[in-house]
């Protein structure tokens, strides 16, 4: 048994959500005990004891939509003229990086954010892949590399009309053989999704069999909805309605799907996202940087839409997510007291509750009986620090780098910001080889 203690313990639990000298006690994957100190070093004697010298013990974070895919593209110089709109974006860069993926270019290009992952205490990822060049087997390449970091993940291949129906026939192939393996492995590390790209590149035929492929599966859909406005507005034309409204038609939203972004929506579709109990994931950073607009993400919390937090691959640190969604909608609302409450719960409670959809015991809390992925963060409070100011601590104070140590599934990860089993070197070594190699050919 492993404790952890001595530490200022942000546990997540509405019953007892800050304890200032407190102690997890983990047994195998899993938490069985949270409390003073004292209390858990005397009921668990004998017990391996980490000391952590008073610094803050969390819950590890949870990133609802990522793309390890996207590592080959830092630094990369384009050599064309630069974009000047979201599809130039997608045609230019992307779509164009995307296809010169190998099998090997897939392990190392998730490797390296995944790496990043554990290194900023993020311990869970959705992600949502694309290598149409090396479909088959990519969700499998993608889990030994996740594996190999330690992460938990949930995965999925995104399948498109815009390489053509032998490659959307292998994404859907793909989808469904994943989500089998993880059904029949009932790893809690490993589940998988069907993953979509996006309205505008998915015919209604293409549509139509996905949905009778991943009828019975349990696993939900990961799409790309109304992110910038050439969803929206392709949808009205070749469909006659708006991108949320067609995705309902088809019966893709629910509970366990993730309409990621859905910056062009209005009312009507919000209130379809409620009514469907669709998870809805924001992606800050991204959608500035896309230059795609603000998603109207205060307005549907406030409907009673689930919102959860990503970083679309802007970046692998949640914090810094945090950080960019809440000073975000203060600027765009032109209201100080926006987002104070509502970003804090899309991290910290709602994609906890999206992991519930899949995982089987409770993630984003130290509960006893959830699984057992803690991070410490080595962060000295300048001013107290109390049940009711956590949130003002985590935003104002913490970030990434100051994660110190990182336990997933009940292992140690990373200490001392040193990981286990993994020469970083040696991995940043291959990748850039690789990186070049895909350069020479973009």
Not at 49 to 55: A, H, I, L, S
Not at 297 to 315: E, S
Not at 346 to 358: A, D, P, Q, T
Request: some cysteine; charged content about 25%.
């Amino acid at each position: 048994m492993l404790l952890i203690g001595n530490g200022r313990v942000i546990t997540r639990d509405e019953a007892q959500p800050f304890i200032s000298d407190g102690c997890i006690a983990i047994r195998d994957q899993w938490v069985v005990e949270v409390g003073s100190t004292g209390m858990v070093k005397s009921k668990y004697p004998g017990s391996d004891f980490m000391d952590v010298g008073g610094k803050v013990v969390m819950p590890g974070l949870i990133n609802t939509h990522m793309h390890l895919y996207s590592t080959f593209a830092r630094g990369m110089a384009l050599k064309n003229s630069p974009p000047s709109n979201f599809q130039e974006i997608l045609e230019r860069l992307w779509w164009r990086l995307d296809k010169a993926l190998t099998e090997e270019n897939v392990y190392y290009s998730a490797l390296v954010p995944l790496i990043d992952c554990v290194k900023n205490g993020t311990t869970t990822i959705f992600d949502h892949h694309a290598s149409p060049g090396a479909v088959r087997g990519s969700l499998f390449t993608l889990l030994k590399a996740a594996r190999a970091a330690g992460v938990r993940s949930c995965l999925c291949y995104e399948v498109s009309d815009r390489d053509g129906k032998d490659v959307a026939e292998q994404g859907i192939r793909e989808n469904v053989e994943f989500i089998h393996s993880c059904n029949r492995a009932r790893d809690d590390m490993a589940k998988g999704m069907f993953g979509l790209h996006a309205s505008l590149t998915l015919s209604d035929e293409t549509l139509s069999r996905c949905c009778k492929e991943n009828a019975g599966t349990g696993a939900g859909f990961h799409i790309h909805a109304a992110e910038g406005r050439l969803d929206l507005e392709d949808c009205l034309r070749r469909h006659g309605k708006r991108v949320i409204e067609r995705l309902f038609g088809f019966g893709i939203l629910g509970a366990k799907t993730i309409a990621a972004h859905c910056v062009h929506v209005d009312d009507r579709e919000m209130d379809l996202l409620k009514e469907s109990k669709t998870r809805v994931v924001h992606n800050p950073e991204s959608n500035m940087g896309n230059a795609v607009g603000c998603a109207p993400v205060i307005d549907m919390v406030r409907r009673g839409v689930h919102v959860g937090l990503g970083t679309d691959g802007y970046t692998c640190d949640m914090f810094e997510s945090l950080k960019v969604a809440n000073i975000l909608h203060k600027h765009h609302l032109a209201d100080p007291g926006a987002g104070w409450t509502e970003v804090p719960d899309m991290l910290f409670r709602n994609n906890s509750l999206i992991c519930g959809e899949y995982f089987s015991r409770p993630l984003g809390r130290l509960v006893p009986g959830a699984f057992a992925d803690i991070i410490v963060v080595d962060y000295d409070p300048p001013t107290p620090m109390q049940a009711g100011n956590l949130d003002g601590h985590v935003l104002f104070g913490m970030a990434g780098p100051l994660v110190d140590t990182t336990v997933i599934n009940g292992r140690v990860v990373m200490q001392g910001r040193q990981l286990a089993g993994i020469d970083e070197a040696e991995v940043f070594a291959k990748s850039r080889e690789r990186a070049e190699k895909v350069w020479q050919r973009f």
